[in-house]
């Protein structure tokens, strides 16, 4: 019988932790006078800088962080992930997303199968497509180049590609473009074909399941105006050469009319959230390339060597992981915010939701059991300094504690200058200026030397002692990218040892389909379905139906 999770809440470093809380009043201002405070909690993980100077804890606090670590097992459960134990025990499935970014060279064979060799079969294939779009020999039916690649997919076979693709536009071949189409609201399809060429646009349809609604209506949207938009033209042809797929379920690919040597693989292992890796990323290696896309993976296994083998006061993702169960079983935070300083970024914020609300937002244990603490805080977030002239007034004066993640590089795509000025330099004046202002704040008597009038003091006042961590890179190349990527999908993982939750199922977005289904006939205008829902559905469809006919 498989022995259940680590109650957390049981251990000797939870019980200290509850102590340390209790009465804890940072003094931010007293440890960033400390040089070397700052220097001990500053880490490398591959070419991430991260300073965690600038958070709620203490020498002891980490103490007792990590010692939660040893506690709860996080050293065992990570070495089964890796070894592709089935750690997704409501779904009795391996999470190995990890092994996508395995070098050819490596070696894992989990349930009989030799993943290496399958993952880069995989990945050649899609290279090898790629680089058919890319150079014009693959053309649509009218023997056009594809200008256009639009992804169709929800969810996981959505936000990393689109996340991606937006952060390294950069790196995209001209004359190339990717769009993405994933709400079943009509609007979505509309507007992201509207100017498009049937000719020289292709589709992939990405759906680790194959059986969404969203996609696979997007997708027979899209044929069916494909097909119009190519009349004269035989249909099996056209829909050979505009539409491949990406799916782990092949069969259904092709009973959709997708040809199956136009599809690409992936593995239940590989949960949707964490497929941005596997053959849902094609949009990405026609976008940038084969090669970049390599860098890309390269970037994440660096990040996976360095959560695997870092000793815990070294390894970032374990440390950021300790820190948001810190605030949040601790110092109550509800929330956490994630605030790229790079536009290129302005999709990492969505991306991560998912990531990691999909996987924490959680009630029970792997085991069925209750949980025994709070799980999964939200994530949200914006680009600076855009969201400085948002919510930040409630981030620095607010009564909510909000630990947030600040990210910058330090070369710009877009070097561009103003007169003299260097306008990436305006614009990293006020990343460092907000962590530093969120930290230290602004006492009453330094407002009150600013000539401040004395019933106008209050309202001026930063408390300060907001939690920050601070993480730079030289420049947002695929790797860096992937790194950042790696990494939070690390952190959500340590969360989710420390809660004994299974952070790779996600039963929770079954009910609202299935009532989905269910109500769709009503919404129609089917007058038993209709008799058949509560009152407040009833009301609203009844509105709806009268609204919808003008
Ligand atoms: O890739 P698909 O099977 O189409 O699933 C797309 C998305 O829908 C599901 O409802 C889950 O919430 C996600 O985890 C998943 O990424």
Redesign the pocket.
């Known amino acids: 019988m498989t022995q259940g999770p680590v109650d957390a809440t049981r251990t000797e470093a939870w019980a200290r932790l509850a102590s340390l809380a209790d009465g804890f009043t940072p003094d931010l201002r007293r440890a960033l006078a400390d040089d070397e405070w700052v220097e001990r909690s500053t880490v490398a993980a591959a070419d991430l800088h991260v300073d965690l100077s600038k958070n709620l804890v203490t020498p002891e606090i980490w103490k007792a962080l990590h010692a939660l670590v040893d506690e709860v097992g996080l050293d065992a459960r990570r070495e089964a992930m890796f070894r592709g134990d089935h750690i997704n025990v409501t779904e009795d499935r391996a999470v190995l997303h990890t092994a996508l970014r395995l070098p050819s060279e490596a070696e894992l064979e989990v349930d009989g199968q030799d993943v290496v060799a399958d993952v880069h079969d995989v990945l050649h294939r899609v290279y090898d497509f790629a680089e058919q779009v890319r150079s014009g020999e693959w053309t649509g039916v009218t023997g056009e180049r594809i200008a256009t690649v639009v992804n169709i997919?929800?969810?996981?076979?959505d936000l990393g590609p689109v996340m991606a693709y937006e952060a390294l536009a950069p790196y995209v071949q001209d004359g190339l473009e990717c769009r993405f189409i994933s709400n079943i609201d009509p609007t979505d399809a509309a507007q992201t074909l509207a100017g498009l060429d049937p000719a020289t646009t292709l589709f992939i349809v990405s759906?680790?399941?194959f059986?969404?609604l969203e996609?696979l209506t997007n997708a027979r949207l899209c044929k069916a105006w494909l097909l119009e938009g190519l009349a004269g033209h035989d249909d099996g042809e056209a829909v050979a050469q505009h539409f491949v797929a990406v799916s782990t379920a092949l069969d259904k690919v092709a009973d959709f009319g997708i040809d199956p040597d136009n599809a690409f693989g992936f593995w239940d292992w590989v949960g949707?959230?964490y497929s941005m890796d596997s053959a849902i990323g094609t949009s990405l290696v026609v976008a940038i390339g084969p090669d970049r896309f390599a860098e890309l993976l390269e970037g994440m296994n660096a990040m996976d060597e360095h959560f695997r083998t870092a000793p815990t006061e070294h390894n970032v993702p374990v440390l950021m992981g300790l820190l948001n169960v810190w605030y949040t079983n601790f110092l109550d935070a509800q929330t956490h915010a994630v605030l790229p300083y790079a536009q290129q970024l302005h999709r990492f914020p969505a991306y991560l939701q998912q990531l990691t609300m999909?996987s924490n937002g959680k009630g029970v244990r792997w085991d069925g059991t209750p949980v025994t603490s709070d799980t999964g805080e939200v994530f949200w977030g914006e680009p600076g300094t855009n969201g400085q002239h948002a919510f930040y007034q409630l981030i620095h004066q607010g009564t909510r504690l909000v630990p947030a993640d600040f990210i910058a590089v330090a070369r710009p795509a877009y070097p561009l200058v103003d007169g003299e000025a260097d306008v990436h330099e305006l614009f990293l004046a006020n990343f460092f200026a907000q962590t530093k202002a969120l930290a230290f704040g602004k006492t009453a008597d330094e407002v009150r030397s600013e000539g401040t009038a004395e019933h106008l003091v209050s309202a001026r006042v930063f408390t300060g002692n907001r939690p920050t961590t601070s993480i730079m890179a030289p420049e947002l190349t695929p790797s860096v990218l992937g790194q950042l990527v790696a990494l939070y999908e690390h952190i959500t993982f340590v969360q989710g040892v420390v809660w004994g939750i299974d952070s790779f199922d996600?039963w929770g977005?079954e009910l609202g389909k299935q009532l989905a289904q269910q109500v769709t006939p009503a919404v129609a205008g089917d007058a038993e379905a209709l008799a058949d829902q509560d009152a407040s559905t009833r009301s609203l469809i009844d509105y709806y139906r009268r609204h919808r006919t003008r």
Do not use: L
Not at 153 to 157: E, L, M
């Open positions: 997919g929800i969810g996981g076979s759906s680790k399941t059986g969404t996609t949707g959230r999909e996600q977005v």
